[in-house]
């Protein structure tokens, strides 16, 4: 089983900064593929970035590449993103999630997932 809780959220104006955190607990990590999605209201669940655990490969939503980046600090056990230059259409729910190696873009091909952090972008 594995356990993922996000933080970091929070209110922020339009071209302003957060960085969300993603703490991870339960199963080793070394093999899994980290993720962020996020949730407007009315809307579905979105892809936007993700990296392989191992290798560190990323990828980005073309929405926010070049704003947003995903790390992660393996002895910790933490995966983050970093989001600068924030635009009022990023508020959203965000959510953690992991899967078995393999990036995927898809919130389907995700087995595990936090309760997600609100972001709100004022203008």
């Known amino acids: 089983q594995v356990q993922l809780v996000e933080s970091g959220g929070g209110l922020v104006q339009a071209g302003g900064s957060l960085r969300l955190s993603c703490a991870a607990s339960?199963?080793?990590?070394?093999?899994?593929?980290m993720a962020w999605f996020r949730q407007a209201p009315g809307k579905e669940r979105d892809f936007v970035a993700a990296?392989?655990?191992?290798?560190?490969?990323?990828h980005y939503a073309d929405s926010v590449k070049g704003r947003f980046t995903i790390s992660r600090d393996n002895a910790k056990k933490m995966v983050y993103l970093q989001m600068n230059s924030l635009k009022p259409e990023d508020t959203a729910v965000y959510y953690c999630?992991?899967?078995?190696?393999?990036?995927?873009?898809?919130?389907?091909?995700?087995?595990?997932w936090g309760q997600g952090t609100q972001v709100t972008v004022s203008s």
């Open positions: 990296l392989n655990w191992g290798r560190g490969s990323t």
């Open positions: 339960g199963r080793t990590f070394s093999s899994y593929a």
């Open positions: 999630a992991a899967k078995m190696p393999g990036i995927g873009r898809g919130p389907y091909e995700y087995d595990y």
